[in-house]
């Protein structure tokens, strides 16, 4: 019973981080020219988008666990 309640919690908490986020954003860095000891370097922004389904569907099941625990 404890573990559902932690996985519903958990659920949750992904799923209104997903929403409020709706994307992971990472910095690559990216090694453009190398001549001797000098090096030129480029920062490129990238993103994975997160569709708010995704973050609707970990709330709702979050929900449901949490109220299926609460009944028994």
Known sequence: MQATRMVAIVLIVLGLVALAYQGITYTKTEKVLE???ITATKDTKKTIPLPP???????ACGVVLLVASARR
């Open 53 to 59: 389904v995704l973050g609707g569907v970990a709330l």
């Open 35 to 37: 001549v001797g000891p």
